[in-house]
């Protein structure tokens, strides 16, 4: 069983920055993708960055340039650095994990911005 544990949410004025983190415990494997995914009110959940174990990335066109996504491999940790934050970035953040063919979700950080 795995747990994701995210923290760094919060309200941030719009322009503003974030740094969320989640952390991973539990049967992990080296070889997986971590990454973020978040839903604002009254839409679906949408991709918002991937990282592979081997640090391969991938962004969502709406926060290409704004974000970064990393991660600690020793940690078991990623992160997610947001920058210039705009009020459509609200939305609940979820930490997600892929291994072995199978996804695992976080609790979810709030992330509110505000004008």
């Known amino acids: 069983q795995v747990h994701l544990v995210e923290s760094g949410g919060g309200l941030v004025q719009a322009g503003g920055s974030l740094r969320l983190s989640c952390a991973a415990s539990?049967?992990?494997?080296?070889?997986?993708?971590m990454g973020w995914y978040r839903q604002a009110p009254g839409k679906q959940r949408e991709l918002v960055a991937t990282i592979t174990s081997g640090d391969s990335t991938r962004y969502a066109d709406s926060v290409q340039g704004r974000c970064t996504i990393s991660r600690d491999n020793a940690k078991n940790t990623v992160y997610l650095q947001m920058n210039s934050l705009k009020l459509e970035d609200t939305a609940v953040y979820y930490c997600?994990?892929?291994?072995?063919?199978?996804?695992?979700w976080g609790q979810g950080t709030q992330v509110t911005v505000s004008s």
């Open positions: 997600y994990l892929l291994q072995m063919g199978a996804a695992d």
């Open positions: 539990g049967r992990l494997f080296s070889i997986n993708v």
